[in-house]
């Protein structure tokens, strides 16, 4: 299946016509608006509802400069958006668009991306088997390292929806209460030990209502997509603050995700099954068929006064224990409503080996053996200037399904009074 637009099909093209992620954009002196990513062009979907071009059933919606209301419309309206796309895009079908392309087409160099949705709540969970593993080896001990729930519950914690930024904005390196082990008391000042948290978020477009929970089958039809997302975390503010109650000021600074919502549709090729259970779930958390999905991921680190990155991991998606669907599905089970633009993370994704690590305290064991760049300099966590990149994408047939960039750069922590 080709698109008339030749840069869709490039077999290296982050989006062929059998993506079309969505996303908001505008260029210069424009109101953001909901558009589609197709080769490289934004398709400009408030251009195309205005025309009557493309209908999702009700008043318009894509000029809004988030995806929310086009989420709300369900997944009926989303399959229906999705065919009719793939008809003006593909080579042989309605040839409308094709002949007014300059009025709906804009390269993507010409654009600002923003925050493609807006995130109602954010929840971070920590489904990853080997992630869990290595961090509780490192402060426990390997025969403790699992928490005896792990094995039960999609563990998380509820995060901060107001610091999730789009790919590109930079950040101060956080201030916070630390205490090294040794010390008396605690000071304040700027983490020492800032790092990544390679993820994956999963964006609920419909929600349920207080007091209904939904199963795992009714989870997956919430989804509306998925995109990059790295849950920056600043482990020594986190060592000091995170007991009883989980991380707080360490992880509340900023969370950074990809500009393009991969919808469900287009990752559907690439489904694949949890692992095997070590120990049985509770039957509502059973998941009816394959949950995860097969998505090559990859973390590079620019570092700072460098122009050079260098790949210091790679993993897949598929190696999660659990899946968002079935994190969705217990996040309701207590009878809590979720909304459209809730976006669940899914905990650090670890490979088994430490080429495959999704964090720097992983790669770097605590900060023992800190990771040697091709330059020679060290890192155990993050400098002032340095660019961390999160890459994804699902291998198919000849094509490829994208994500962007999801990339932001360390500023230094703001002065205190
Ligand atoms: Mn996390």
Redesign the pocket.
């Known amino acids: 299946m080709t698109s008339w637009l030749t840069s869709a099909n490039a077999p290296d093209c982050d989006f062929p016509l059998q993506n079309l992620p969505y996303g908001v954009f505008s260029r210069t002196g424009e109101q953001p608006r909901c558009g589609v990513a197709i080769g490289d062009q934004v398709l400009d979907l408030a251009a195309l509802e205005r025309d009557g071009l493309v209908s999702t059933g009700g008043g318009p919606v894509f000029p809004e400069p988030a995806l929310n209301a086009f989420m709300e419309r369900g997944p009926e309206i989303w399959a229906k958006v999705r065919a009719r796309l793939m008809d003006l895009l593909r080579d042989g079908g309605n040839t409308i668009l094709r002949q007014n392309a300059d009025a709906f087409l804009i390269p993507l160099s010409d654009v600002t991306l923003h925050l493609p949705f807006k995130v109602s709540e954010y929840t971070?969970f920590?489904a990853g088997k080997q992630h869990a593993f290595n961090v509780g080896t490192m402060f426990r001990g390997p025969e403790n390292a699992l928490p005896p729930n792990w094995l039960h519950i999609p563990i998380g914690y509820n995060g901060r929806a107001s610091s999730v930024v789009v790919s590109g904005t930079d950040f101060h390196r956080p201030n916070g209460q630390l205490k090294a082990p040794d010390a008396d008391a605690p000071a304040f000042g700027p983490s020492r030990r800032l790092d990544i948290?390679l993820?994956m978020g999963a964006v609920v477009g419909t929600g349920n209502p207080m007091g209904k929970p939904v199963t795992v089958a009714e989870a997956d039809r919430m989804i509306f997509g998925y995109v990059l997302l790295n849950?920056w975390?600043a482990r020594d503010i986190q060592a000091w603050e995170y007991q009883p109650l989980g991380p707080f000021q360490g992880?509340a600074f900023c969370t950074t995700i990809s500009p393009w919502v991969v919808t469900r549709a287009a990752l559907e090729p690439f489904r694949t099954s949890t692992p095997e259970r070590e120990k049985p779930l509770l039957p509502y958390l059973a998941e009816p068929g394959p949950m995860l999905y097969d998505i090559a991921l990859e973390v590079g680190l620019t570092p700072a006064g460098s122009g050079e990155e260098t790949v210091l991991s790679r993993t897949n998606y598929s190696t999660m224990y659990y899946s968002a669907a079935q994190q969705l599905a217990h996040h309701t089970s207590s009878g809590c409503p979720m909304r459209a633009g809730d976006l669940l993370?899914s905990?650090?994704i670890s490979g088994d080996t430490p080429d495959s690590y999704g964090s720097l305290l992983e790669m770097s064991w605590g900060g023992k053996t800190p990771i040697t760049l091709p330059d020679g300099a060290t890192r155990s966590f993050l400098k002032d200037g340095d660019r961390v990149t999160l890459r994804g994408h699902a291998a198919g047939d000849g094509y490829r399904i994208g994500f962007g960039d999801c990339t932001g750069t360390v500023l230094p922590a703001l002065k205190q009074d």
Do not use: L, R
């Open positions: 971070d920590y948290e993820e849950d975390s992880k993370g905990g650090t």
